[in-house]
Each structure stands twice: as C-alpha cells, then as structure tokens.
Nanobody
Framework: QVQLVETGGGLVQTGGSLRLSCAAS????????MGWFRQAPGKEREFVAS????????YYADSVTDRFTISRDNAKNTVYLQMNSLKPEDTAVYYC???????????????WGQGTQVTVSP
C-alpha cells in the first residue's frame, strides 16, 4: 500500500484560499487514482474530489464544484487540492486517499492519510 501524508491545512477567513498537498510514498504513485475526503465534527466522512491516474479525469462533490480544484504531479508523487472561496461549512479534517479507481466508493476502500485540519472562520 501507498503511504500518504497531508499538509497545508490551517485557519482562514471566509472567502479565503488554501492549498492542501498529499505526498505519497512508493514508486507506483502514478498508477493510483487519488482523492480527497473530509469529516466535520459530528458528521460522517464525505467525498470531496478525486482524480484518475492520468490527471485528465476529475470528479467533485456538488458542494465544492467551481470552488475546489484537484490536481496531481506524478513526478513529485503529490496530489493537491486548491480550495478557493472557502466557507465556514468547509471546516473539517481533510483526508487524502489512494485507490484503484477515482470513484468515492472505491477510494474509500484504499489507503488513507492522517488528515489535516481546515478551519474557516465566519
């Protein structure tokens, strides 16, 4: 399995931006689909975005479409989540996931990072 480490979380005001990074170990990173999930206090973990191995196919939750952008750099074994126009409801722990396919129900069965906290103040 691939090992994943998320960075880039923090505190930001409403309307601000953050970029999360997820560094993966292993020589087969480019063969994995990657995704981002989040979990807010008292809520279940939910899908945010995913990207296929090539980087050409991306998928987003309705709640983040047009605000978040997922991308990957296979040369750096890293996947990114650019988050713009942040809202208080985006506050959550954000997790990186790796799997065989870029769909949330398959990614959720793959490898996970430890998470990074994102807090958006009103």
């Amino acid at each position: 399995q691939v090992q994943l480490v998320e960075t880039g979380g923090g505190l930001v005001q409403t309307g601000g931006s953050l970029r999360l990074s997820c560094a993966a170990s292993g020589r087969t990173f480019s063969s994995y689909a990657m995704g981002w999930f989040r979990q807010a206090p008292g809520k279940e973990r939910e899908f945010v975005a995913s990207i296929d191995w090539s980087g050409f196919k991306t998928y987003y939750a309705d709640s983040v479409t047009d605000r978040f952008t997922i991308s990957r750099d296979n040369a750096k074994n890293t996947v990114y989540l650019q988050m713009n126009s942040l809202k208080p409801e985006d506050t959550a722990v954000y997790y990186c996931a790796a799997g065989d396919m870029p769909y949330w129900h398959t990614l959720s069965r793959g490898s996970w990072g430890q998470g990074t906290q994102v807090t958006v103040s009103p």
